[in-house]
């Protein structure tokens, strides 16, 4: 299996603040990766320098071949076209109706008819479990059906790598293992790429091809489901059985 992206030695600073450092990590084509780690460990970063949203201070984010630093601004739409961003709070926007956000990344980028984006739209809310919705509002919408929403915004566009920002946060657990299957269905329907940063074990252990944990700017574990959960890591033990005993400093 190849890599669809590459982080090669990272390095990414915030004034003084170290947030990545010799961080490297491979994105598997057609497999589902989670990021895992403390909070503020750089996750989100991550998705941030996938998607050229972050510029690294050094090293490089290769994405389909391309060193995603050597883009010009004027390139960077064009590139992001190719990749769906669900953000962690779904990002609509609220003068919107829902059919109308989904839409968005199609009347921006496209030349689709009225017609077309219409169909493609109510298509994508209905691999969501959405169809019904489209003419609701954002305040109408659950926290679930605001995530799925997000989803859907994110895949309109039928990109070939979707980057997921800790889509079942805040939410129970039957909303979460509903979210978990829209994003493997989601995966299997677009035959692509999704990289998701998540806190929610369970939901990663249903999901994940492959886990990657970062800890203190860089990543310390990777590898399959299985494989991390039995790494001999003492870090990745401790996280993983969420215990205050061991070396990560509390």
């Not at 739409?77 to 956000?101: K, M, W």
């Not at 968005?104 to 017609?115: D, G, N, Q, V, W």
């Amino acid at each position: 299996m190849k890599n669809i992206a590459t982080l090669e030695d990272v390095e990414l600073r915030f004034g003084d603040k170290i947030i990545l450092r010799n961080c490297s990590l491979d994105i598997r084509e057609g497999a589902i990766t989670c990021l895992i780690g403390l909070s503020g460990a750089g996750k989100s970063t991550i998705l941030r320098l996938l998607n050229g949203l972050q510029r690294p201070d050094k090293g490089r984010v290769v994405v389909r071949g391309v060193d995603v630093s050597t883009l010009r601004p004027r390139q960077l739409p064009e590139f992001r076209r190719q990749i769906g961003f669900a953000f962690q709070f779904a990002a609509l926007f609220d003068s919107l109706t829902v059919g109308e956000n989904v839409a968005m990344p199609l009347r921006e980028h496209t030349k689709m008819s009225k017609a077309e984006i219409a169909k493609l739209v109510h298509a994508t809310l209905e691999s969501v479990g959405l169809e019904q919705v489209g003419d609701r509002m954002p305040s109408e919408l659950s926290g679930g059906m605001l995530k799925r929403a997000g989803f859907a915004r994110a895949v309109v566009t039928n990109p070939d790598l979707v980057l997921y920002d800790e889509p079942t946060t805040g939410l129970d657990p039957i909303i979460t293992h509903v979210l978990t299957e829209t994003i493997v269905r989601l995966r299997r329907k677009l035959n692509g790429t999704a990289v998701v940063v998540s806190h929610d074990l369970e939901s990663i252990y249903a999901m994940a091809d492959y886990v990657a944990m970062i800890f203190e700017g860089a990543i310390i574990e990777y590898g399959t489901v299985e494989q991390v959960r039995g790494s001999a890591n003492p870090i990745v033990q401790q996280f993983l059985q969420g215990s205050e005993v061991g070396p990560i400093p509390l």
